[in-house]
């Protein structure tokens, strides 16, 4: 079996702690490596426009020290197929995930309760079945629906 695909992720975090906590709990239990971090809306638009072969997964909070991270995401709705965006918000209400669904957000994880589902997919999402290397759409994973034990 081949070994997963490190995930290159981008992070637009203004909260140190968090960040640093996210990276670290990441990089330990998915195959994800942290290719850069912006705290404001204009940084983590900048970087994500500027680098569209250097990151494969975006993981942005919605309030920002500088902006929103609806501008980021409104920002990046054209990317290359196999690139994902993801919001982790402490205000993940049905409202905000509609409106994040409209800016073609791949999924919404709310930061107090769903860091394990956040790390479930940065795994299911590295796995070389989702073809992330090449960029590759294919068919939907059945596997990545079922429970493990």
């Not at 290159?8 to 670290?24: F, K, M, S």
């Not at 983590?44 to 929103?68: K, M, Y």
């Amino acid at each position: 079996m081949d070994p997963p695909v490190k995930l290159r992720t981008y992070i637009v975090e203004d909260n140190a702690t968090i960040r640093e906590n996210l990276i670290g709990t990441l990089e330990e239990l998915a195959s994800v490596e942290a290719v850069g971090v912006a705290e404001t809306e204009d940084d983590g638009t900048n970087w994500l426009s500027s680098h569209p072969e250097e990151w494969d997964l975006a993981i942005v909070d919605l309030f920002l020290r500088q902006g929103s991270g609806l501008g980021v995401l409104a920002a990046c709705r054209t990317r290359r197929p196999g690139q994902k965006m993801v919001v982790l918000s402490n205000y993940a209400t049905p409202d905000v995930r509609m409106r994040c669904a409209q800016l073609g957000v791949d999924a919404v994880f709310d930061k107090s309760n769903e860091i394990d589902a956040l790390v479930d997919y940065c795994v299911q999402h590295s796995s070389p079945a989702h073809g992330l290397e090449a960029g590759s759409g294919g068919g939907v994973s059945a596997a990545s629906s079922g429970a493990s034990q």
